[in-house]
């Protein structure tokens, strides 16, 4: 099966009678610098919150402490 555009009439009256349906899927352009940009400035955001975000050292003391207590 291939892409619409490269189905005869008969592949895709077949697909029809299956219950299958042609689709368009529209995607975000990657290459585009609007879209660069966006991505670039919300990985720094996320990785900016996690140097900020200290639960990962309480959850580490905790879990030290009750290996301790085993």
């Not at 990657?30 to 639960?55: G, L, M």
Request: no cysteine; hydrophobic share 40%; charged share 40%.
């Amino acid at each position: 099966m291939g892409r619409p555009r490269e189905l005869t009439e008969e592949q895709r009256q077949e697909l029809l009678a299956k219950g299958y349906k042609p689709v368009e899927v529209w995607v975000r352009d990657v290459t585009d610098e609007a879209y660069k940009a966006e991505a670039r400035r919300q990985a720094q955001s996320a990785a900016h919150a996690d140097a900020e975000d200290r639960v990962m050292e309480w959850v580490e003391a905790v879990s030290a402490e009750s290996w301790e207590d085993l």
